[in-house]
């Protein structure tokens, strides 16, 4: 039997070999991480992410051949295939501050396996890692001076949460990237065989190591670059009466466009996009091509920009000032159908309203923000309230009572979508001053 570890069971590792463990029941899947708490939650019924479809997947195959421990040592030294998918933010300190990724989980984890290892291993980077990564973590493994041979592959995750069954179930396409040597090559064998379990083969693309690496950095890149494009223009569609949808509409039918990832938002967040962009300007400066770095900078520039833009509205319209006002935010997660709020738009939003002391705590807990009260229900939320911000594209907001809403809330009343959801009309008809992303006044 083929044995799997994974060193992370976090909002990839978990699912991915979930997914895994389902789709192959010949493979034992061992997910392993430091955080105890954690663990006890992927063993538990209450487990630590949401995602539509995993509670079940985890049901299936938990305790016939997916487990979930906190003995790293043990299910490293036993497996044939290990997985990497610590996490790997932002470097807060030191050179590249700011922007490269912090690589310090990435290279106890491959100390780890040098140090436990008895037989010859396949590891495999999970985690999104600068191209060139794979060179480091070579130097690392193959010095463990034990004549242990280890291949190391990039098997890069492009699931989306929210979706992530979903898209482990149905990839577009998996990405290996291994060496170009025989035992490069039969790496890369083993790792197709265990996706042919379920991918057809004709998804499984296989590349060098460089490449797989850059292609998940260039895939983030495209994707918020799309986010930035269809921002930008929602500016001007305000200026100008045009409505963002219908742009959106009429140039994503273009097949050469596509449809998808053109919806204007107040910004984009989440735990990847700004910091992979980041990450890929950090690899550009360093590679002396700073008018490249400088060309996706921007997409960020635009995000942050965005989210002013959105705030700067809302202080506006409401005469100037939002002091001893009320303010209803509705949705605080990155965006529907996760429970994860890492890098929320939500927080910058609610920080630039300048209150007395900056929001930190992801989640919020009320008692430790004095001005910010977090409450279940959207009609307590906006019950007195001023103004409203849909910040969450939740579909429970699409359907709220208005009607009911606008009665409890103080006149003038505003709703501010930030996600383009509300329907403008019907709003205006009730009574509401209405701001939508893009859309006229
Ligand atoms: P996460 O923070 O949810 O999970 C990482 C886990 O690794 C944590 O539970 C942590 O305790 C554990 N860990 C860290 N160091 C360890 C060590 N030395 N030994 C054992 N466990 C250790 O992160 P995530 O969201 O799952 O992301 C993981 C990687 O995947 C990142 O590089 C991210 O960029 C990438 N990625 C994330 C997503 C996503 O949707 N979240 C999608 C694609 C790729
Ligand atoms: C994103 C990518 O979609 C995944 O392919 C990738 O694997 C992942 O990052 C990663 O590397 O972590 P994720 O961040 O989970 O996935 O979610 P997205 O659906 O991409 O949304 C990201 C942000 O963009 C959200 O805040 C969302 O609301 C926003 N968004 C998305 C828009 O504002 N408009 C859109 O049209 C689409």
Redesign the pocket.
């Given at each position: 039997m083929v044995k799997i570890c994974c060193?992370?069971?976090?909002?990839?590792?978990?699912p991915t070999m979930a997914v895994i463990a389902l789709k192959c029941p010949s493979i034992e899947v061992a997910v392993?991480?430091?955080?105890v708490s954690?663990i006890a939650a992927w063993n538990s019924d209450q487990l630590?992410?949401y995602e539509p479809g995993l509670d079940d997947v985890v049901k299936q195959c938990r305790g016939r051949n997916l487990f979930f421990s906190t003995d790293?040592e043990k299910h490293v030294c036993e497996a044939d295939i290990v997985f990497v998918?610590?996490?790997?933010?932002t470097k807060t300190r030191g050179l590249g501050a700011g922007k490269a990724?912090d690589l310090t989980?990435?290279e106890?984890?491959a100390r780890?396996i040098a140090d436990v290892s008895k037989s010859d291993k396949i590891v495999v980077e999970?985690?999104?890692?600068p191209v060139k990564t794979a060179e480091a973590i070579e130097k690392i493994l193959t010095h463990n001076g034990k004549g242990i041979k280890f291949q190391i592959l990039s098997n890069?995750?492009?699931?989306?949460?929210g979706t992530?069954i979903e898209d482990l179930f149905k990839p577009d396409r998996v990405l290996i990237g291994g060496r170009e040597t025989p035992e490069g090559q039969k790496a890369i064998q083993a790792l197709k065989d265990v996706y042919a379990h379920w991918v057809p083969e004709d998804r499984i693309l296989t590349t060098n190591l460089w490449s797989a690496e850059l292609s998940?950095l260039a895939a983030?890149a495209f994707l918020a670059q799309r986010i930035s494009s269809v921002n930008a223009m929602s500016a001007l569609c305000e200026a100008t009466g045009a409505n963002v949808k219908q742009v959106s509409f009429a140039v994503g039918t273009d097949s050469r466009i596509g449809p998808k990832f053109l919806n204007a938002s107040v910004g984009f967040g989440?735990?990847?996009f700004q910091?992979?962009i980041l990450n890929l300007v950090y690899i550009c400066e360093c590679n002396g091509l700073p008018e490249v770095a400088e060309y996706w900078k921007q997409v960020i520039k635009i995000n942050d920009y965005q989210k002013g833009r959105f705030v700067n509205r809302v202080v506006a319209s409401m005469f100037n000032t939002v002091a001893n006002k009320k303010i209803a935010i509705l949705g605080f997660a990155f965006k529907k159908d996760t429970g994860?709020t890492?890098e929320t738009p939500a927080i910058d939003v609610m920080n630039k309203f300048d209150w007395d002391h900056p929001i930190h705590l992801q989640p919020m807990s009320p008692s430790t923000v004095k001005q910010v009260s977090v409450v279940w229900d959207a009609y307590a939320a906006t019950k007195d309230a001023h103004g409203l911000c849909i910040l969450t594209e939740w579909d429970e907001f699409r359907n709220l009572d208005y009607q009911k809403i606008f009665d409890n809330m103080q006149k003038p009343a505003f709703v501010f979508d930030g996600r383009n959801i509300v329907d403008v009309d019907k709003l205006r008809e009730i009574g509401f001053i209405v701001y939508s992303i893009g859309k006229p006044l």
């Open positions: 060193i992370g069971a976090g909002y990839v590792g978990g392993v991480d430091i955080s954690r630590p992410i790293v998918s610590v996490n790997t933010p990724a989980y990435w106890s984890a780890m999970k985690s999104t890692v890069p995750e492009f699931l989306a949460e992530a998940k983030n989440g735990s990847c910091k992979d994860d890492r």
